[in-house]
């Protein structure tokens, strides 16, 4: 079993920043592929971005790409979302998720964090 728990969401003006992170629980932490997506009220769940288990590969939404970076430091169990260049349109709450199959990059994931919303004023 594995506890995802996000943080760092918040309030922030169109063209800022934020960087979401998510802290896991347990000491294998590497061996997961970890993503983040994103889902509005009303809509289906996105796929936002994926790094593998040592973050030799990554993978970007073509909405996000160039502004967000994924990344990881497994020493802590941690994964980052940085978001820089932020629209009033990524205004949603974020997820991150984890996965033990390496295959996985936008789904299935097997373990969900609860979710920290994100709110980009125009």
């Known amino acids: 079993q594995v506890q995802l728990v996000e943080s760092g969401g918040g309030l922030v003006q169109a063209g800022g920043s934020l960087r979401l992170s998510c802290a896991a629980s347990g000491r294998t932490f590497s061996s997961y592929v970890m993503g983040w997506f994103r889902q509005a009220p009303g809509k289906e769940r996105e796929f936002v971005a994926a790094?593998?288990?040592?973050?030799?590969?990554?993978y970007y939404a073509d909405s996000v790409k160039g502004r967000f970076t994924i990344s990881r430091d497994n020493a802590k169990n941690t994964v980052y979302l940085q978001m820089n260049s932020l629209k009033p349109e990524d205004t949603v709450v974020y997820y991150c998720?984890?996965?033990?199959?390496?295959?996985?990059?936008?789904?299935?994931?097997?373990?969900w964090g609860q979710g920290t919303q994100v709110t980009v004023s125009s």
């Open positions: 998720a984890s996965d033990n199959r390496g295959s996985v990059v936008r789904g299935p994931y097997d373990y």
């Open positions: 790094i593998t288990r040592s973050g030799g590969n990554i």
